[in-house]
């Protein structure tokens, strides 16, 4: 059985989101929880975290699967809006700055 999540619009950039998915796909839950509280990204490591325990939680709640036999099938990391903002520089000119965005979703599964 598999069970999902996912979570939008988060400001953190999905170059950075993604380093640390790529560290836990495939991982258990367990270790991919202990994982991402260790781990040296704590902004990031935090929203992945209440990520995997709300999917772990939709998991809880349909009642039919141990939790402690989940783990990570999939992770995606997707490009979300991207907020333009503009800096003055010299001479009247102007730099753009992009703000970027991602959208997650990761799929558990029972081994």
Known sequence: MQVSAKVS???????KMGLLADEIRGKGINEALTYLRL?????TA???YR???SAAANADQKGT?????LFVKTILVGKGVTMKRFRPR??????RINKMSSHVS????ER
């Open 9 to 15: 619009s988060i400001r953190i950039t999905p170059r």
């Open 90 to 95: 010299a001479k009247g000119s102007a730099f």
């Open 39 to 43: 781990s040296p990204r704590k902004r």
């Open 51 to 53: 990520l995997l325990k």
């Open 106 to 109: 990761v799929t558990l599964a």
């Open 65 to 69: 699967v141990d939790v402690d036999t």
């Open 46 to 48: 935090e929203v992945l």
